[in-house]
């Protein structure tokens, strides 16, 4: 299962965009990299999830290059809200296995 | 349509007891996950069901067990309580035809004392 590694924790603005990446140098040919984000006290909710070049969604995009060794999420114009840790996984289509790394802390500010 | 639920939301139990821990899938979603939270070790994967039977499982120890029943309702289990079982345990599932999106629920606060 491929390893994840994000940074711990990133500071930014109300209005800016929010770019986290992730590195996962040995992932599979079948795994596909997914976002979650994760509210204190509360579940992790699905994000977005790609295998590569770029995807979007009315949430998020997240980018991914041809070797697939790292991805970025990129959140527009993000809230206070939108304060919370996000884990970058990739998920393997063949072991069902979803492992989470440490995630992201994100810390918006007014 | 109705998020996953689990119960109890909070739990404390003494060292050296058991607990059981449920969890209601979305209608219609046949597989579900158990994680465990702790604020030292993350997010970490204890098994995942499909229709009944474990399909995948993480490196826990054997005290760590579940079911999961014909209606999709899952329980975990946890004998033997220790200290370090305290956590958030978290339940999610999967709709049929997704691989990769999972809805948590909102968890079971475990303290052992």
């Known amino acids: 299962l491929a390893k994840t590694t994000q940074p711990i924790s990133m500071d930014s603005y109300e209005g800016q965009e929010v770019n986290i990446t992730c590195s996962h140098n040995?992932?599979?040919?079948?795994?596909?990299i997914t976002w979650y984000q994760q509210f204190p006290s509360q579940g992790p909710r699905f994000i977005i999830q790609?295998?590569?070049t770029k995807v979007t969604n009315e949430v998020a995009s997240l980018f991914i290059p041809a070797d697939r060794k790292s991805s970025t999420l990129s959140l527009p114009r993000v809230s206070l809200s939108d304060t919370a840790v996000y884990y970058c996984?990739?998920?393997?289509?063949?072991?069902?296995?979803?492992?989470f790394g440490a995630g992201t802390r994100l810390f918006v500010k007014a | 349509k109705a998020g996953v639920t689990q119960t109890p939301r909070y739990l404390i139990k003494t060292r050296g007891q058991q607990v059981t821990l449920s969890c209601s899938p979305i209608?219609?979603?046949?597989?579900v996950s158990w994680y465990q939270q702790t604020p030292g070790q993350g997010l970490q994967f204890l098994f995942e069901?499909?229709?009944?039977?474990?399909?995948n499982k993480g490196n826990f120890p054997g005290r760590f067990s579940g079911r999961q029943f014909s209606n999709s309702r899952s329980e975990m289990n946890v004998s033997t309580l220790e200290l370090g079982d305290s956590a958030l345990y978290l339940c999610?599932?999967?709709?049929?035809?997704?691989?990769?999106?999972?809805?948590f629920g909102p968890g079971t606060r475990l303290t052992v004392t």
């Open positions: 999610a599932s999967r709709p049929s035809g997704s691989l990769y999106e999972q809805y």
């Open positions: 040995n992932i599979a040919t079948n795994d596909y």
């Open positions: 790609g295998y590569k």
């Open positions: 996984l990739a998920f393997n289509t063949g072991g069902f296995k979803t492992i």
């Open positions: 209608s219609g979603h046949r597989s």
């Open positions: 069901y499909f229709s009944e039977t474990q399909r």
